[in-house]
Protein backbone atom coordinates (compact mmCIF):
# COMPACT_ATOMS: atom_id res chain seq x y z
CA UNK A 1 0.00 0.00 0.00
CA UNK A 2 1.29 3.28 -0.58
CA UNK A 3 0.97 6.46 1.43
CA UNK A 4 -1.53 8.81 1.32
CA UNK A 5 -0.88 12.05 -0.60
CA UNK A 6 -2.63 15.16 0.39
CA UNK A 7 -2.44 17.52 -2.66
CA UNK A 8 -5.03 19.71 -3.86
CA UNK A 9 -6.50 18.74 -7.50
CA UNK A 10 -7.64 21.73 -9.45
CA UNK A 11 -11.19 21.53 -10.48
CA UNK A 12 -10.20 23.91 -13.40
CA UNK A 13 -7.29 22.31 -15.35
CA UNK A 14 -6.62 25.34 -17.68
CA UNK A 15 -5.52 27.15 -15.61
CA UNK A 16 -7.94 30.24 -16.21
CA UNK A 17 -6.37 33.53 -14.85
CA UNK A 18 -9.24 33.82 -11.74
CA UNK A 19 -7.36 30.64 -10.48
CA UNK A 20 -4.41 31.53 -7.61
CA UNK A 21 -1.24 30.96 -9.25
CA UNK A 22 1.88 30.10 -7.44
CA UNK A 23 4.36 32.58 -7.66
CA UNK A 24 7.71 32.55 -5.72
CA UNK A 25 6.19 30.62 -3.39
CA UNK A 26 3.04 32.91 -2.65
CA UNK A 27 -0.10 33.08 -4.09
CA UNK A 28 -1.32 36.00 -6.30
CA UNK A 29 -5.12 36.70 -7.28
CA UNK A 30 -7.41 39.13 -8.17
CA UNK A 31 -10.20 40.69 -5.69
CA UNK A 32 -12.69 43.87 -5.88
CA UNK A 33 -12.55 46.10 -3.05
CA UNK A 34 -14.40 49.59 -2.98
CA UNK A 35 -15.36 49.21 -6.88
CA UNK A 36 -11.99 48.46 -7.72
CA UNK A 37 -9.74 45.35 -8.96
CA UNK A 38 -6.82 44.72 -6.50
CA UNK A 39 -4.15 42.66 -7.00
CA UNK A 40 -3.49 40.43 -3.32
CA UNK A 41 -0.56 38.36 -3.00
CA UNK A 42 0.05 36.73 -0.10
CA UNK A 43 3.69 36.86 1.50
CA UNK A 44 5.75 34.64 4.28
CA UNK A 45 6.71 37.57 6.18
CA UNK A 46 10.65 37.10 5.74
CA UNK A 47 11.39 40.31 4.43
CA UNK A 48 12.53 40.86 8.28
CA UNK A 49 10.89 44.70 8.11
CA UNK A 50 8.06 45.79 10.08
CA UNK A 51 4.48 47.27 8.13
CA UNK A 52 1.38 49.18 9.19
CA UNK A 53 -1.62 47.24 8.49
CA UNK A 54 -4.37 50.10 6.87
CA UNK A 55 -6.92 47.90 8.58
CA UNK A 56 -6.36 48.09 12.08
CA UNK A 57 -3.15 50.56 12.53
CA UNK A 58 -0.56 47.73 14.21
CA UNK A 59 2.28 46.77 13.39
CA UNK A 60 2.73 43.91 11.31
CA UNK A 61 6.41 42.49 12.70
CA UNK A 62 8.70 40.48 10.84
CA UNK A 63 8.00 36.87 10.13
CA UNK A 64 4.47 37.50 10.34
CA UNK A 65 2.48 36.10 7.16
CA UNK A 66 0.52 38.19 5.55
CA UNK A 67 -1.25 40.12 2.38
CA UNK A 68 0.22 42.50 0.04
CA UNK A 69 -2.02 44.54 -1.76
CA UNK A 70 -2.17 47.03 -4.64
CA UNK A 71 -4.44 48.40 -6.82
CA UNK A 72 -4.62 46.58 -10.73
CA UNK A 73 -4.44 49.82 -13.11
CA UNK A 74 -1.87 52.41 -12.86
CA UNK A 75 0.00 51.11 -9.47
CA UNK A 76 3.43 51.35 -8.62
CA UNK A 77 5.38 50.22 -6.14
CA UNK A 78 4.38 52.98 -3.42
CA UNK A 79 0.30 51.90 -3.68
CA UNK A 80 1.31 48.56 -1.86
CA UNK A 81 -0.35 47.69 1.22
CA UNK A 82 0.14 45.26 3.53
CA UNK A 83 -2.15 44.18 5.69
CA UNK A 84 -2.94 41.33 8.54
CA UNK A 85 -4.89 38.74 6.53
CA UNK A 86 -7.93 39.00 9.23
CA UNK A 87 -7.96 42.65 8.22
CA UNK A 88 -8.09 41.86 4.75
CA UNK A 89 -10.52 39.76 4.81
CA UNK A 90 -12.42 42.12 6.82
CA UNK A 91 -12.15 45.51 5.35
CA UNK A 92 -15.98 45.67 4.28
CA UNK A 93 -17.03 45.16 7.33
CA UNK A 94 -15.22 48.10 9.13
CA UNK A 95 -15.31 51.38 9.41
CA UNK A 96 -12.62 53.90 8.21
CA UNK A 97 -9.80 54.44 10.66
CA UNK A 98 -10.41 57.79 12.17
CA UNK A 99 -8.10 59.14 15.18
CA UNK A 100 -9.35 60.17 18.01
CA UNK A 101 -8.08 62.09 21.33
CA UNK A 102 -7.78 60.13 24.52
CA UNK A 103 -10.81 62.16 25.58
CA UNK A 104 -12.85 62.22 22.70
CA UNK A 105 -16.45 60.40 22.46
CA UNK A 106 -16.68 57.30 20.35
CA UNK A 107 -20.24 58.07 18.31
Same mark, same amino acid.
Given at each position: ???????I?????????????????????? =??H? *???? #? %??????? @? &???? $??????? =???? *???? #? %??????? @? &???? $????????????E???????????????
Open positions: MSPRRNRKSADPSGSAEQASPLGGSLRRT =ESQ *GDDW #V %VQTVAGT @A &GRHY $RCPGCDQ =EIPP *GMGH #V %VAWPMHG @A &GVDD $RRHWHRACWGARRRASNVLRGRGAPRY
